[in-house]
């Protein structure tokens, strides 16, 4: 028996209101009305404003920068509303914070994602929603069901179109993955758009410190689109656009990653880069005021609404893919 009626509730935290702004016009439902503030020493404080009793409530909350912060509303939201006697809560987290932090790399490190995970279980949540985590693995650290959205979609929608077949030759178009690590998303990317795929091999001595290595792959003269889940100092991805220019001969190079943390010197170096242009997802919102003219951002709320959609109607996703 389903223990929540039919009532859909939207909240949302401090991350990305605008988002969760537009899943309840996708979904023609209004937004659900909750205050979360901070006590003069930074505790976070809930404060929902209707009911939420027996209610399929959604929390729309990324967990990026300030990261902790996020986390911290997330999790009392959901204590919040498992307390007010929600039917259903579920955690819609466009981006997962610590999705890094996924394994031991070394001795006494902490596998943090798999912490979150416990935490959101333990607050109340009774399944999440997201979408490209850093690692596929991580779906397995949850004892709630998972749903995890597919960012490829979108960006093959929007490089089709600005390259169609019937005028450009996608045997001139190369996928690059910038690293060893990212080569399974990319080449499933490169399957469905059609092009060739390539490889930057890199070692990265520490972190967010990287030095290209070798390019695999033929990108001479071809025009190559960099595809990565996430990009944060972007040092990593310009270097490769740098490599796949200067050692590949590439013709010219553009780049998609879904979620644009954008830390420190990101901004900078991709304006100073040779990427002609880098595409995201609006899974974090854009916080740079100066417009960019490199810089894009696609719109994937309507395709969490719809994921909400068959959620509540206990349908299958599988068209989302």
């Known amino acids: 028996m389903i223990s929540y009626g039919e009532k859909i509730r939207i909240l949302c935290g401090n991350s990305n209101p605008e988002f969760a702004k537009t899943i309840c016009e996708a979904l023609n439902v209004p937004m659900g009305k909750a205050t979360v503030k901070r006590f003069a020493d930074g505790e976070a404080s809930v404060s929902l404003e209707e ?42 987290m466009p981006y997962f914070g610590y999705a890094r932090q996924d394994r031991k ?3 006494r490190d902490p596998i943090s994602a798999k912490l979150v995970a416990n935490m959101l279980t333990a607050a109340g949540a009774d399944r999440v929603l997201t979408m490209d985590l850093h690692a596929s693995q991580i779906q397995g650290f949850f004892d ?38 990212s080569v399974a998303r990319a080449r499933n990317f ?105 810089l894009k951002y696609l719109d994937v709320a309507p395709v969490f609404a719809r994921a909400i959609e068959h959620i509540h109607g206990a349908t299958s996703i599988a068209d989302l893919f």
């Open 190 to 294: 490169a399957s469905k758009v059609h092009m060739g795929l390539a490889i930057v091999d890199k070692r990265r001595p520490k972190a967010n410190v990287s030095e290209v290595m070798n390019i695999i792959g033929d990108v001479k003269g071809k025009t190559c689109i960099l595809y990565d889940d996430m990009v944060d100092t972007a040092g990593s991805l310009c270097n490769a656009a740098k490599a796949l220019i200067e050692i590949g001969g590439a013709k010219e190079v553009y780049a998609c990653a879904t979620h644009g943390v954008l830390s420190g010197p990101a901004y900078d170096r991709i304006e100073e880069s040779p990427l002609k242009e880098m595409v995201f997802l609006n899974t974090i919102p854009e916080t740079r005021n100066t417009p960019s003219n490199k």
């Open 51 to 92: 009911t939420v009793r027996g209610a399929d409530v959604f929390l729309v909350q990324s967990t990026c920068k300030p990261v902790n912060d996020h986390l911290m509303e997330l999790l009392v939201m959901i204590d919040a509303c498992r307390r007010a006697s929600a039917g259903r809560i579920t955690a819609v």
């Open 144 to 181: 709630i069901p998972l749903d995890h959205l597919q960012g490829n979609v979108t960006f093959v929608d929007y490089f089709m179109k600005k390259f169609p077949e019937n005028v450009y030759n996608h045997e001139d178009f190369v996928v690059v993955s910038p690293d060893v690590g």
């Open 105 to 107: 790399a070394k001795s």
